[in-house]
């Protein structure tokens, strides 16, 4: 299998209404537990990929967001988790536009 590096930043609110709560990122099924900024992962780079992260706070999960990347997408992805407990995140390709960047 061939194989490419995506960079995946992790941005959680200034003013989140939670604290000490990490994201889970799941790649192609696996999950695993991640810090909050920057990271790089493999992933499969002739085939689609489903990207999805989560916040789980020992009760329950929330900030829910699913991305499918493709093979002609950028290797760049921004996920922002929500301001509230029981909101849901958001996965998009990052631009060089992007302010968050």
Do not use: C
Not at 44 to 71: C, H, K, M
């Amino acid at each position: 299998m061939v194989t490419r590096r995506i960079e995946i930043t992790l941005q959680k609110p200034r003013f989140a209404l939670y604290g000490r709560i990490k994201p889970t990122l799941v790649i192609g099924g696996r999950g695993q537990p991640t810090q909050w900024g920057l990271g790089t992962w493999q992933v499969p780079s002739d085939q689609t990929a489903l990207i999805s992260a989560f916040l789980y706070n020992r009760l329950w999960r929330f900030g829910q967001a699913e991305f499918v990347l493709d093979p002609i997408h950028a290797a760049s992805l921004v996920y922002r988790a929500p301001v509230l407990p029981f909101g849901r995140g958001r996965i998009y390709v990052q631009t060089s536009a992007d302010p968050s960047a």
